[in-house]
């Protein structure tokens, strides 16, 4: 009779994904779940996570250029299999109502701005020059990511890698001073720019005070280094098409504190398992 009773609640619970699964709710993937949801035959599907930079760059993207998408987030911490065989299991992956997956978030954001010319924000300037500048902006300040990778990878425990990171606060920092006041390539909206590199600037917003993460900040000295970081952090969150999808910041929390009491030398990978209770609390 249990038997029956759970038998009845499983069918239940996979009718209601099936149905959810060609809608534009949210869905948030079981961990270690090996069951390809069925492909959305009406949108197109973001599968990702909410704190992954990566994935963000193109939340943002598809925001403001008003892209309609279903958004699944991954367990990366125990991934499922189809995920695995398709790209190592990195998110994010978009997949079309036609049952293509891509990826490379680079490659998915373009597929938006394409789709949406002539709708929403010019993340790219019209002007053909003044896109060619910011696409060099950009290419600049990829060569300034390094120290943050490994500020991340190393957990900010590493004094070295820490202080490694002042020249790229610097940086960003001369960058958004110029932009006095207006977004980074001193346009009155967000461009390709914002959406690439807000990513990993939030996530140093969100380390202030009580975060775990707070000493990276203290020891590089981010109020005098990164003193207009946050600022900029939130004009990018309060900008009305980013409020919905900006990183979650009850998640970060959770994430960065799973990660300093992860096991040494492995690396935490994000897990879905805060996700529902901080999709509560946001923005
Ligand atoms: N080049 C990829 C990088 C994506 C990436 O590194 N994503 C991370 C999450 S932030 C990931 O999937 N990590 C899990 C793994 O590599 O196993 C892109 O731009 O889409």
């Not at 010319?117 to 290419?139: F, H, N, S, T, Y």
């Not at 020891?219 to 919905?244: Q, T």
Request: glycine fraction near 4%; aromatic fraction near 8%; hydrophobic fraction near 35%.
């Amino acid at each position: 009779m249990q038997q029956l009773a759970a038998m009845s609640c499983t069918v239940m619970s996979l009718r209601k994904l099936l149905r959810h699964s060609q809608t534009l709710d949210q869905i948030i993937s079981e961990p270690n779940s090996q069951d390809k949801l069925e492909v959305n035959k009406n949108h197109l599907r973001l599968y990702e996570h909410n704190l992954c930079p990566f994935c963000t760059r193109v939340r943002y993207v598809y925001a403001l250029k008003e892209v309609e998408y279903q958004n699944v987030q991954m367990d990366l911490s125990e991934k499922a299999q189809w995920h695995v065989d398709f790209n190592g299991g990195s998110t994010p992956v978009l997949e079309t109502p036609a049952g293509d997956l891509i990826k490379e978030s680079a490659v998915i954001a373009q597929v938006g701005i394409e789709m949406n010319a002539g709708k929403g924000v010019d993340v790219i300037p019209k002007d053909p020059i003044q896109a060619a500048k910011m696409r060099l902006q950009i290419e600049e300040c990829n060569t300034w990511m390094m120290p943050i990778y490994q500020v991340y990878g190393s957990r900010g425990e590493d004094p070295e890698k820490v202080k490694n990171l002042i020249p790229t606060l610097q940086k960003f920092n001369e960058l958004i001073k110029k932009a006095d006041g207006k977004f980074m390539f001193g346009t009155d909206e967000p461009t390709l720019l914002d959406c690439w590199f807000t990513p990993f600037l939030e996530t140093f917003t969100d380390w202030r005070a009580p975060n775990v993460m707070n000493n990276v900040l203290v020891e590089s000295e981010y109020d005098v280094n990164g003193s207009e970081i946050d600022a900029y952090v939130n004009r990018m969150r309060s900008h009305p098409k980013l409020k919905p999808v900006y990183m979650n910041t009850a998640a970060a929390a959770k994430h960065w504190e799973r990660t300093r009491g992860w096991e040494k030398g492995v690396k935490c990978q994000l897990t879905v398992s805060y996700l529902a209770e901080a999709f509560k609390s946001h923005p």
